[in-house]
């Protein structure tokens, strides 16, 4: 199906709405969310929007993204999703960009932000504490009777009518805009039209044999394309069951396992860093997969390492299917499984429902194992970049869209990726713009110049670092930095680590030379962290201050996951690496797991040594 109105239209059948939609911090049926659907129609059309207007949503509530999203699909007005962890600065930019009619934002990013009279309307998100019994499906269906109007998303749905939706919505109108990192600092616009969505959503259906009352577990971030369109736009598209019951994180590794056992998951969307982490932490858990009702294992966002492919196969008895595409495509261009017949170890596999081709910097096309820059044509490609006539018009060219990927196809087919063109760093399945980060570093006024780029890594792929030049007669530490960039950037885009150099090697007509950078900063001996005579607390403290890139005088054993700034999956694994160094232990899997506070790190150390 590729109507968006007739898709839309399918949840007024009272058989699809007594189905499951979401499984989320708790449960959403069909009918909870036609009926949210609706009341935002009339709040969309009590202030005044029209098909084509734009709105920005970024919230860390999902049910409230999903709802948000499918309401502006519904309506025929563009959705954008902006990352609530975005910086001030970089936010008002994008808001400048894309012009919104209206905010559909966090509560405290209304300050955060500092929204005040950037458009025309803030709808905040707020989530209520509810009384006592007073379930979310009964507050959707309640009249309003008098109370104090609210203000706040979802509590205005208590005084909302339930509305009609437009009878036709042009399918080559924009139906979202997601950002993505250009060759300069300032991220893209995507724009893809309904058409494209469809499309693509009815060949990833086909590709991965969804059925309705299928059960997909997808928790990745909702502000990329793999979250938002392959979790609850797909679901609406084939009626099956989503679930996000939680966010990712290390500590919840057993919960993903058991979560596909106790949801009867029939399809697992995930990406290369996860399934590594999985894979790492699997003991006990290698039949998961190994059930009636499981089916697939898909991961796409980043390259996924041979060697991490096979190790899990092999462990888990169970086969993944590789995707390969961009946010310029909606999702998928290319598939690897999930058949016998489309399965080849290390490939991106073959492309479905559009073509491929590669090209020499002639523009010359190449035939079997010649490498070069692989082009992609058909009816899930982006429009447009917003605002973007420069960018728009290199990348789309006589109807082929230029990937920035160097590939090779193979004599029966298959398609591998083998370099990227594009100056582009891929950490955990975050797409990551050096120049970006670059420019936040160079305007520390301590800093000369910078370079940013990747480094392999095991777990993530690559991991973000910095070369960085001082101005003489300036002094900063790596922290001070590290904290410059927690203000602008994203905690995915901060530096995992930065290094102080005396210069950056350049070429003769100034550009930077990143492969020398690379081996200067490979060589580069990271900190050895000392154990000496100071005890467990203090060796903690000081392994948990290089992790986590804060001051160790900042820190006590009180400390946490959720109260110390830069305590993420990646970081925590730092962590881990150099306690294990350090106190020459090594740690299992549960353990890990549960290390999430300074204290338990402590019990779980001494119980090792002693």
């Known amino acids: 199906m590729t109507d968006t109105v007739a898709i839309f239209k399918r949840l007024e059948d009272k058989k699809i709405q007594s189905k499951l939609f979401a499984q989320l911090d708790k449960k959403y049926t069909y009918a909870d969310l036609h009926t949210g659907l609706a009341k935002m129609t009339t709040y969309f059309q009590q202030k005044g929007l029209s098909q084509g207007d734009r709105l920005i949503i970024s919230s860390r509530d999902n049910y409230a993204v999903s709802i948000l999203f499918l309401s502006c699909l519904k309506n025929g007005i563009t959705a954008m999703m902006l990352d609530p962890d975005m910086g001030t600065i970089r936010a008002n930019e994008l808001i400048k960009l894309t012009e ?8 405290e990013l209304t300050a955060a932000w500092s929204l005040a009279d950037k458009t025309e309307f803030i709808l905040p998100i707020k989530k209520e504490k509810q009384k006592k019994g007073l379930l979310f499906k009964k507050m959707l269906k309640s009249k309003s009777n008098g109370a104090q109007k609210a203000t706040t998303f979802p509590a205005i749905l208590n005084q909302l009518e339930e509305g009609d939706g437009p009878s036709q919505i042009d399918p080559e109108s924009t139906a979202y805009i997601l950002f993505t990192s250009g060759s300069t600092s300032t991220p893209k616009a995507v724009q893809i039209s309904h058409r494209a969505l469809w499309a693509n959503l009815n060949t990833i259906v086909k590709v991965y044999n969804i059925e309705e009352g299928d059960r997909v577990f997808n928790i990745l971030t909702a502000y990329h394309t793999d979250g938002i369109i392959q979790g609850p736009v797909l679901a609406v598209l084939n009626t099956h069951s989503w679930y996000h019951p939680f966010e990712f994180a290390i500590d919840k590794i057993e919960a993903i396992f058991d979560s596909i056992y106790k949801y009867r998951i029939t399809h697992f969307i995930t ?3 996860m399934l590594a982490f999985l894979n790492k932490f699997s003991d006990g858990f290698e039949d998961t997969f190994d059930n009636a009702d499981f089916k697939s294992i898909i991961t796409s966002a980043s390259p996924l390492e041979v060697e991490l492919w096979k190790t899990f196969e092999q462990k888990f008895n169970t086969r ?48 079997d194992n010649e490498q070069g820059e692989l082009l992609i044509k058909g009816d899930n490609l982006l429009t447009n970049y917003l605002n973007n006539e420069e960018a728009t018009a290199a990348a789309i060219q006589d109807g082929w869209f230029h990937t920035g990927d160097f590939a090779k196809r193979d004599e029966d087919g298959f398609y591998y990726i083998v370099g990227r063109k594009k100056n582009l760093i891929i950490s955990g399945g975050i797409n990551i713009q050096p120049e970006e980060v670059t420019a936040v570093l160079n305007s520390h006024p301590a800093v000369l110049e910078s370079a940013s780029l990747g480094l392999p890594d095991d777990i993530f792929g690559e991991k973000l670092v910095a070369a960085v030049v001082l101005n003489t007669g300036t002094s900063v530490d790596e922290l001070a930095l590290v904290e410059h960039c927690r203000t602008e950037l994203e905690e995915a885009k901060v530096p995992k680590k930065i290094h102080f150099v005396s210069a950056i090697p350049k070429t003769g007509s100034g550009k930077i030379k990143y ?28 392994a948990a201050a290089d992790a986590f890139k804060i001051d160790a005088s900042k820190l006590d054993m009180k400390g946490d996951s959720l109260s110390i700034d830069g305590w993420d999956s990646m970081a925590h694994l730092v962590f881990i690496t150099n306690l294990e160094d350090q106190f020459k232990v090594r740690f299992n899997s549960k353990e890990i797991m549960v290390m999430n506070t300074l204290a338990e790190a402590e019990q779980i150390l001494a119980a090792k040594l002693n």
């Open 320 to 367: 993944i299917v590789n995707n390969y595409g961009l946010t310029e495509t909606v999702v998928g261009a290319s598939y690897c499984g999930p058949s016998p017949s489309t399965h080849r170890i290390g490939s991106v596999g073959v492309p479905v429902d559009c073509e491929f081709k590669i090209i020499n910097e002639t523009g010359e096309t190449l035939g």
């Open 100 to 107: 919104p009619k209206g905010l559909l934002v966090d509560h």
């Open 271 to 273: 990406v290369p860093t």
């Open 515 to 542: 492969q020398e950078v690379t081996e200067l900063l490979k060589a580069d001996k990271e900190l050895v962290l000392s154990n000496g005579d100071h005890g467990y607390t203090e060796g903690i403290l000081a």
